[in-house]
Structures are given as C-alpha cells and as structure tokens.
C-alpha cells in the first residue's frame, strides 16, 4: 500500500513523520501542505483531514490525524521500525505515551503560544501579541525545564533514560528546534541554560542523520522572513 504524508515543513510535527520515515528506510509520497498558503483550509485537504491541521497520513484506503497517533502507527505498521522507536513492551510504550501526552499540553503549547505571538501571527496578517507570547515563553521555559529535571532522568542520554531514541525524543526535539527561527539573542535566553536540553538535542540529531538537518534546513530561511515581517511591521 502506498503511504502519503501530508505535511508542511515549516511544522514541528510534520518534520518529525518526515524524519522517522526517512530514518526507518519507510518509502512515502510527500505531499505538501503549505499552511502560509492556507493550503490546509481547502475543501480537498479537509477530506484528508476534517480538522484542517498537518500532518496527515493516507495509507492504502486509511487516513488518520495527529502527529503521535501517526508516528505510533507507523513504527507499529512498518516491520523494518528498530524496536527502541516504539518497544513492544507495554511498560515502555506507557512511559513513552505519558511523555506523548505531556507534551501536547506543556512544551507544545507554550511552544506554539511564544512563535505565533513573536512572528508568525504577521504571515497571516494578524497582529503580534506580547502578553501571549510572554504567557508561551513562560510555559515553554517551565516545559524545558521539566524535560531537563524529569524526563531526562536516567543513565541513557535520551528520554526516559533510554540509550537509543524513541518517538517521543523525535517529537519533542522537532518542537524545540523551531527555536533556530527565533532571535538569536531570545534563543540563547530560553534554551541556552539546558545544557543537557541541548546534548539530548545533539544527541537525537546525530542519531538520525543525514534527515534531521535536511528536514530543519528551512528554518534560517524561515528566519530571514520572519525578520523582514517584522521589519515592515514595525514601519507601519
């Protein structure tokens, strides 16, 4: 069966499908939703994905939302998916499921609240908000925080303790790596004290190469854009 990713990737969570494929040898159309474009409100997407969001997936004759739904499916779908991606053993899965579940609605949300209200909310002609940015970027620090006290308790140097990466290490790393579109200096202010946030991030990295810097090689480019709405926002 033919496998279509519908993503964007300028998203967290579509990078991280991108990725896991990539890294797991799973062919796959990409098929690009630019969310710049509204590409996602168009009634043909919305028969792939009713909520309008990426990514999606189409397998054969079965679709399906949610990016942890998605990655759980196809490290469960796929027999040639290493084993530390998803562990057969219910403990781990649970463990990995309970970081999934965090993170939607720690790292995620603060994430998504300080880069729409810092400069994406000018690519879609709104106006930017500090108080929510403020209220993200708060959110967002307590979240690395946690990842850096919490979940990266363990002799292993990924999540849970684990020597290799799981699902959630590809999830959660792809969320913070959107800080590269960010000013140098607020990047250097939120991330720059985990140290072990950013030899985890190095580490996840390294163990998905060549695809983690060839699906993130847009963000500069996303940066420079950024930079420039800015710009014009500030002459108006």
Known sequence: MELKLYVDRLSQPSRALLIFCKANGIEFEEVSILLGKL???SPEYAEINPMKQVPAI???DFKLSESHSILIYLASAFPGVAEHW???DVHKRAKIHSVLDWHHSNLRRGSLGYHFNTGIALAFGRPLDPKAAAEGEKLLSASL?????LWLEGDGPFLLGNSQPSIADLALVCEIMQL???????????LGKHKKVLKWIED??????????EFHSLLPLAKEKLKELKAQ????
């Open 233 to 236: 926002a500030s002459k108006q």
């Open 180 to 190: 590269e579109v960010a000013d140098e200096k607020d990047r250097d202010r939120i």
């Open 39 to 41: 590409q996602h409100r």
């Open 145 to 149: 925080a946690t990842i850096e006290s």
């Open 58 to 60: 189409v397998h054969g």
């Open 204 to 213: 996840t990295k390294n163990a998905t190469t060549p695809y983690f810097d």
């Open 86 to 88: 998803y562990p057969a």
